[in-house]
């Protein structure tokens, strides 16, 4: 019976759903905990669950991308620049140039789609290093950021954006009572709406696509992915236009947040969208990943910033501190799930 009960326990272990189990239980642990801890200064608040999600769509959208990317085998560090740049631009063009919202919108997504396709063509046709041409990326995308404008531009005169940006969803539901006696409702943003449909599609295409299956078997092995007839280049480049996509759509979201574009704006971003996904059970030697672990990736990152705000004695520094260690854990998972996929082909 011992012996049925460890096998299966095994199987379990060793099957691609499990990392994903250890992130979910993870969140709600967390969250559970804050509760018990910081239940009096609201954190088992509805509402503050939905600023969680207010103030990290850009990353779930980021992080989704980073995701596809991942399960081919191959990586992106240039997503914040291009965050940043998107940002910049989306600023100039609506602030200093009197464009519309929607011609910015459009300039700065068909901007990340090119962004994308020569990445993808460098890393697919080429077969450059994904680290080393992201970090090309990287510079380029912050270097031109510099060159529109090293003063920050914030958005003031474009009403359409100010107003998506600040428009609030009202939910039926988790109302609070304030010291006034008025009953509150709690909210959401657009900007939430959009990353959620974001994930979404993407979940979607990954689970049920031919170009979602296609995505596992590259990253599992190229080799085999092209004795089964899969176009592997075509597929890498698909998966980074699609990051590119991804990448500027975060970027206005991130804007949307913040209203401005400056420099130094999403620096470290695409280290968080890394650890998000990779928390959230996506393998870095590609072949295994999830949205909806990610999603849950970029939840807890969010808990630990709602305990950090919650207490307010702690460093915000705590919360990178936090993070390079569940990363550390979750790699070191992987290296064990990576082991016991080993063991089971013998």
């Known amino acids: 019976m011992n012996s049925v009960v460890y096998d299966t326990l095994r199987k379990k272990a060793g099957g ?32 503050t669950l939905m600023n969680m999600l207010i103030d990290n769509a850009g990353l779930i959208i980021a992080a989704s991308g980073m995701t596809l990317v991942l399960i081919t085998g191959g990586i992106d560090i240039s997503v914040g620049s291009l965050v940043g740049l998107v940002c910049m631009m989306l600023a100039s063009m609506m602030e200093l140039s009197g464009v519309s919202t929607s011609v910015a919108i459009t300039v700065v997504l068909v901007f990340g789609i090119v962004f994308g396709f020569v990445q993808g063509w460098l890393v ?17 995308c912050r270097g031109l950021t510099a060159i529109i404008s090293v003063e920050q531009i914030a958005i003031k005169a474009n009403e359409t954006f100010l107003a998506l940006a600040h428009k609030n969803i009202y939910l039926p539901f988790g109302a609070t009572m304030n010291k006034r006696g008025i009953l509150l409702y709690p909210f959401i943003h657009p900007s939430v709406l959009i990353a959620l ?9 990954c689970k049920y696509t031919r170009f979602g299956r296609s995505l596992y078997a590259v990253g599992g092995n190229e080799t085999s992915a092209l004795l089964m007839g899969i176009n592997v280049r075509r597929t890498k480049l698909f998966a980074y236009i699609l990051n590119g996509f991804l990448g500027s759509l975060a970027g206005f979201v991130f804007c949307l947040n913040t209203t401005s574009g400056f420099v130094e704006q999403a620096r470290g971003f695409e280290m968080e969208a890394i650890s998000s996904a990779v928390i959230g059970g996506t393998l870095l030697t590609g072949g295994v990943g999830n949205v909806i672990g990610t999603f849950f990736g970029v939840l807890i990152k969010a808990t630990i910033e709602t305990y950090i705000r919650s207490d307010g004695t702690l460093s915000s520094w705590w919360n990178k501190i936090v993070l390079s260690a569940l ?20």
Do not use: D, E, H
Not at 327 to 346: E, R
């Open 197 to 205: 449909a974001a994930l979404a599609v993407v979940w979607y295409i």
């Open 327 to 346: 990363l550390c854990f979750f790699i070191v998972l992987q290296s064990v799930f990576a082991s016991l996929k080993q063991k089971k082909k013998q």
């Open 124 to 140: 697919s046709y080429l077969k450059l290093q994904p680290f080393i041409v992201t970090l090309a990326g990287m510079f380029f």
């Open 16 to 47: 691609p759903n499990f990392l994903l189990f250890i992130t979910v239980v993870m969140f709600f642990f967390m969250y559970i905990i804050g509760v018990a801890i910081y239940g009096s200064r609201g954190f088992g608040n509805v509402q």
